[in-house]
């Protein structure tokens, strides 16, 4: 399934008509989740019913597309199944129970209520919420008119700060043939250094959060100042909502484009498997480590390496730092020492290079017969990992040459 994803360009009435659909979603998803608490065994094909009979209750409702509707009934019964799945999973702390949604962004059409034009560069809403037709604005790259319009199972409707866009989800497949180079490779993200490989190659944290914190300080103070319900209010917020969108796009692109430098020059990497949200808890570390977004680049990183058709393997992170990667021997040291000196067989080695060992170590090791390797490897992968020793200290810093020290074996 690939998405494309276009500005639209209208009037104001439009915009208008836009924002009543997305509320009018909105309604039908809350409507379905009460059906579902008051009532008993409700079923997905109960709450897709129940749209027809909100259509005829409620004006509004019947304006927008039905095909609309049962997608947004679908919503509610996605966050339904999702917590009884997580009541039958026994997931530790809250279980995710179904909330009434008020800050909805979107709207999704199935394969009825619109059409494109041959062109691909205009979409017309064909239902009566009077959207109409509005023009695309996107890559040139991107033509979305070459597929036929069987093969686009959804139109998805999203409002961001600085405008509004329309998403095409496209039922098909992307090939890409991946050149092996046998490269195999362990790494270690970290906060000094954005990560530390295996080969001790390093690359540096962009800090996008903190380059634009000042910015992001005055527009807020401006907005502090304003009136509330005032217009001039509305502006302001509209000015510090697109500097932040701007931040997220920095960070995500940069993370799609590192993710995809690794996978397409490598056959394995390695990575450790750790839960970011532990991570945050520490309040001294966690402004850096959301603005790192470790979670947005392993997820690409897993991404890309699905499509390259390479392994992309979480291993645990017990003793990555700590561990000598050279004769196994422990060897502990605060998060302030940033270099590895084994007492045991002399390895120097950069504190972050010698745990990128230890990680495709235990890779390799994982991907030995269980009768030649001794401990399981950790198989699951999230994407919410990041990387922290088993004494919770965070690795980072710059790249240095594999060397011995003076003292000997």
Wanted: net charge positive.
């Amino acid at each position: 399934m690939l998405v494309y994803e276009y500005k639209m360009d209208g009037r104001t009435k439009q915009y208008a008509a836009i924002e009543e659909a997305i509320r009018t979603a909105q309604f039908i998803r809350n409507k379905c989740l009460r059906l579902w608490m008051d009532g008993k065994n409700v079923s997905k094909n109960d709450l897709q019913t129940y749209c027809a009979v909100l259509a005829k209750e409620y004006p509004f409702a019947s304006r927008l597309n039905s095909q609309a509707r049962q997608a947004s009934a679908d919503r509610a019964y996605c966050a339904i199944s999702r917590f009884y799945d997580n009541c039958k999973n026994n997931k530790p702390g809250k279980k995710g129970y179904p909330t009434f949604q008020h800050d909805n962004r979107s709207v999704e059409y199935k394969t009825s209520g619109w059409k494109l034009e041959p062109d691909g560069k205009h979409l017309c809403f064909t239902d009566g919420s009077g959207i109409g037709r509005l023009r695309l604005v996107g890559n040139k790259k991107q033509q979305i008119e070459t597929f036929p319009e069987n093969d686009i199972k959804r139109v998805r409707i999203v409002r961001r700060a600085d405008g509004y866009y329309a998403q095409f989800c496209v039922e098909t497949e992307r090939r890409v043939e991946h050149v092996p180079t046998g490269l195999q490779l362990g790494i270690d993200v970290g906060l000094k250094a954005y990560l530390t490989d295996s080969d001790g190659q390093t690359v540096e944290n962009p800090r996008h959060y903190r380059k634009a914190e000042k910015k992001l300080k005055r527009l807020q103070r401006r907005l502090s100042r304003k009136q509330k319900k005032s217009s001039n209010r509305k502006k302001a917020q509209k000015c510090l909502a697109k500097q932040h969108l701007k931040v997220q796009r920095q960070r995500e692109d940069f993370a799609r484009k590192v993710a995809n430098t690794y996978v397409s020059s490598c056959d394995l990497i390695a990575y450790e498997d750790l839960q970011i949200r532990n991570m945050v808890r520490n309040r001294k570390l966690a402004k850096s480590i959301h603005d790192a977004g470790w979670g947005i680049f392993l997820q690409w990183l897993k991404r890309y390496g699905a499509l390259h058709e390479i392994e992309v393997i979480a291993v645990p992170p017990h003793f990555t730092s700590q561990k000598c990667s050279d004769c196994g021997t422990i060897v502990k040291k605060s998060l302030s020492i940033r270099t590895h000196i084994c007492p045991s067989c002399g390895l120097v080695l950069d504190r972050d290079q010698n745990a990128a060992h230890n990680i495709l170590q235990k890779a390799l090791q994982k991907n030995l017969p269980s009768d030649e390797n001794g401990t399981e490897g950790h198989s699951e992968t999230s994407t919410d990992v990041a990387v922290q020793n088993a004494s919770g200290d965070l690795a980072s810093t710059a790249s240095s040459k594999r060397r011995r020290g003076k003292l000997g074996r």
